[in-house]
């Protein structure tokens, strides 16, 4: 990583600063190393702003704060933006959504990032005539759920807290990219079956 890269990010609070060897020498660690490696995931990987990051390094750093909570704050800024100006089909789908959480026992906050997320999406289907899609949530709710058990599988596996918060924002990143590759090759695969094309390659 180029010099100038580094004491940018310790300018901005984002790295320490190394120990100095000269005057204008400065040597830097392992952990420092770490902290790179988690600045460039959450910023490459992640595309949060400086401003994100070091709110997310502020959690990492608070050892009175709960892992929960650390990788909230990791994956909330990931979550795509709210869904603007509330209009009927929104407020129905934020209710929709309430209740999806309310009959799943799921333990997050209504107006999350993810909630508000997927309310944008049910009310774009619904203004776009296809409300009916909302009759499978709970079929998406239960393969998510699944999903989510073998995300943080994988996430439980790295004991550091720099480590988790990493592999949770490339994991929701790149395992999402990883999720939406599996489903259209199932989509094709299900189309072929379904429409008795025995031999179509999608």
């Given amino acids: 990583m180029p010099v100038p890269t580094i004491k940018y990010y310790v300018r901005e609070g984002l790295l320490p600063a190394g120990r100095l060897s000269s005057p204008n020498q400065a040597s830097y660690g392992a ?35 709960p892992v929960h909570r650390v990788l909230g704050a990791a994956t909330d800024p990931i979550a795509p933006p709210a869904g603007g100006t509330a209009d009927v089909e929104l407020t129905t789908a934020r209710q929709v959504v309430a209740d999806l959480l309310t009959r799943r026992g799921w333990r997050v906050e209504r107006d999350s990032p993810s909630a508000e997320a997927l309310a944008a999406a049910l009310a774009a289907l619904e ?35 720099e480590d988790l918060v990493e592999s949770v924002v490339i994991g929701t990143v790149l395992g999402e990219a990883v999720l939406t590759a599996l489903r259209r090759l199932a989509h094709i695969d299900a189309s072929a079956r379904m429409y008795g094309d025995e031999g179509a390659i999608g």
């Fill in 31 to 65: 952990e420092h190393e770490r902290r790179l490696r988690l600045v460039r995931a959450l910023l490459d990987v992640g595309g949060l702003s400086v401003a994100a990051i070091r709110d997310v390094l502020v959690a990492v750093d608070d050892p009175s704060r």
């Fill in 127 to 161: 203004r776009v005539g296809h409300g009916a899609f909302v009759e499978g949530l709970d079929d998406y709710a239960d393969a998510a759920q699944k999903v989510a058990a073998v995300d943080l599988g994988y996430v439980a596996r790295n004991a550091g807290r």
